[in-house]
T-cell receptor
Framework: AQSVTQLDSHVSVSEGTPVLLRCNYSSSYSPSLFWYVQHPNKGLQLLLKYTSAATLVKGINGFEAEFKKSETSFHLTKPSAHMSDAAEYFC?????????????FGAGTRLTVKP | KAGVTQTPRYLIKTRGQQVTLSCSPISGHRSVSWYQQTPGQGLQFLFEYFSETQRNKGNFPGRFSGRQFSNSRSEMNVSTLELGDSALYLC?????????????FGPGTRLTVL
């Protein structure tokens, strides 16, 4: 069965500095990996996804993530944080090849951006 | 294209009552999944429907049930409500079933059980 661990429950950065949100996963099959963002009182929005193509995935709003199979990691990065990036971020894993196609969500990382 | 819509957005019920939540997926999407989000448990998968059939089910009691109609709209029902059922219930739709498909989420229904 698949699982995902977000290593930081809360990350705080200053505007204009880099963002790193860490995610480790486990999967019995070939995983699909996603990062979603949730702003207060809103639904989740997909930032990017990995589905066994290029290991460096570029998403919206300047975010990108690198799939590292040897480290079972899928960390989310952004070179320069913006105030509007403050939100909750979820790393998600899904087993493509398994019978159960439900997605496993990480506990979330709350990103705070200081002016 | 209109996004995923959920009704109602807010709901207050008392213990023992039942509730029905509704989700309209993006036009053309045939898969609808439901999730429960709470501060303590985070986001948990409830079930997925595809072409009017339940494809997957998470680890929730039988009080939680759902269905999907021929137009892909879905409803979720919770019977005999408990205080612990207070949560944000999110619906997500995708074109097809399968873990590699992007899911589009609705704004959620916030259920409060008193």
């Amino acid at each position: 069965a698949q699982s995902v661990t977000q290593l930081d429950s809360h990350v705080s950065v200053s505007e204009g500095t880099p963002v790193l949100l860490r995610c480790n996963y486990s999967s019995s099959y070939s995983p699909s990996l996603f990062w979603y963002v949730q702003h207060p009182n809103k639904g989740l929005q997909l930032l990017l996804k990995y589905t066994s193509a290029a290991t460096l995935v570029k998403g919206i709003n300047g975010f990108e993530a690198e799939f590292k199979k040897s480290e079972t990691s899928f960390h989310l990065t952004k070179p320069s944080a913006h105030m509007s990036d403050a939100a909750e971020y979820f790393c998600v894993v899904s087993d493509v090849g398994g019978n159960n196609n439900d997605m496993r969500f990480g506990a979330g990382t709350r990103l705070t951006v200081k002016p | 294209k209109a996004g995923v819509t959920q009704t109602p957005r807010y709901l207050i019920k008392t213990r023992g009552q039942q509730v029905t939540l509704s989700c309209s997926p993006i036009s053309g999407h045939r898969s609808v999944s439901w999730y429960q989000q709470t501060p303590g448990q985070g986001l948990q998968f409830l079930f997925e429907y595809f072409s009017e059939t339940q494809r997957n089910k998470g680890n929730f009691p039988g009080r939680f049930s759902g269905r999907q109609f021929s137009n892909s709209r879905s409803e979720m029902n919770v019977s005999t409500l408990e205080l612990g059922d207070s949560a944000l219930y999110l619906c997500a739709s995708s074109l097809q079933t399968g873990g590699y498909n992007e899911q589009f989420f609705g704004p959620g229904t916030r259920l409060t059980v008193l």
